[in-house]
C-alpha cells in the first residue's frame, strides 16, 4: 500500500470502507462515531467517511470529499461534525495522508488515569519514549477549524495523540499506518491497565531500537488486518 499519490477515487473509497471494517473487528466502534479520512491526491482535501453509519455499515457510496473549509464536493452522505480533525491535521502536516479517530474502550480507560504511557510491549514502541502526546484543551467534540488546529498542535510531528474524556486520533503517510496505529495504540493502552501503575517499561534504548521497524511494521499489520476481514 503506497502513498495517495498514484490512488484513484475508487481506491480510495474502498481503502476508506476496509479501514472502517478493521476497526469494527478490531473492536473500536462506537455506534455511528469516530471517523476515518484519506487526503485527496489532487489536493482538493480529505475523503471522509459519512456521518450516522457504523463502521460496519458504511459503504463506498458514504465516503465523501470535504474541501478544506468542510464543504461537501463529492458524495451524499452526511459530513462528521468533528471533520475538522482531519482537515486540520492534513493541512499541517504533509507528510500525513491518513487520519482515525476512534472512541477505543482501553485507550480511553487508560487516559482517564493521567499515568504516562510506558512501553511494555512491542505496540507501545510506536507511541514512546517521550510520554504519548495529549490533547487537553476539552473533552468535548472537536467540531470548529479552532479546536482541530489545537488538537493538531497537540499531535505535532507524532503518530497518535490520546484525547482524554474522549478518544484518539492516528495520523499516517498511508492509511494502513493510521489504522495500525490505532489498533496498537488501544492494545497497549489495554497492557498498560493490566500491567498498572508499577509496571516496569523496556528501556528507552530497547524501545527506540523497536521504533526504527515502526512503519514497516504498521504496514505487516494493515495487510493482516485487512485480508482478515475479506477486503
Ligand atoms: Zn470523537
Not at 498498572?196 to 528501556?203: A, D, F, T, Y
Request: proline share 4%.
Amino acid at each position: 500500500m503506497g502513498g495517495v499519490a498514484e490512488q484513484a477515487p475508487e481506491q480510495i473509497r474502498r481503502d476508506v470502507v476496509t479501514a472502517c471494517r478493521v476497526l469494527e473487528a478490531a473492536g473500536q466502534a462506537d455506534m455511528v462515531w469516530g471517523h476515518v479520512s484519506i487526503r485527496d491526491p489532487d489536493g482538493r482535501g480529505v475523503w471522509l467517511k459519512g456521518s450516522h453509519l457504523g463502521f460496519e455499515e458504511v459503504t463506498e457510496d458514504d465516503v465523501i470529499l470535504l474541501s478544506w473549509d468542510g464543504e461537501t464536493l463529492e458524495g451524499s452522505a452526511g459530513r462528521h461534525l468533528e471533520y475538522p480533525i482531519h482537515t486540520e491535521i492534513m493541512r499541517r502536516r504533509g507528510d500525513v495522508n491518513a487520519v482515525v479517530h476512534t472512541h477505543p474502550l482501553h485507550a480511553v480507560a487508560f487516559a482517564a488515569t493521567g499515568w504516562p504511557l510506558k512501553c511494555l510491549s512491542h505496540e507501545g514502541s510506536h507511541f514512546v519514549p517521550p510520554d504519548i502526546a495529549r490533547f487537553t484543551k476539552t473533552g468535548d467534540l472537536v467540531r470548529t477549524p479552532e479546536l482541530g488546529k489545537d488538537l493538531a498542535d497537540s499531535l505535532g510531528d507524532r503518530l497518535a495523540v490520546l484525547m482524554p474524556h474522549h478518544g484518539i486520533t492516528t495520523a499516517g503517510a498511508t492509511i494502513g499506518q493510521a489504522v495500525a496505529a490505532a489498533t496498537h495504540l488501544e492494545r497497549a493502552c489495554q497492557i498498560a491497565l493490566l500491567a498498572g501503575e508499577h509496571s516496569i517499561p523496556s528501556s528507552d534504548e530497547e524501545a527506540l531500537q523497536k521504533r526504527e521497524r515502526s512503519a514497516r511494521h504498521l504496514e505487516q499489520a494493515w495487510g493482516y488486518l485487512a485480508r482478515s476481514v475479506g477486503r
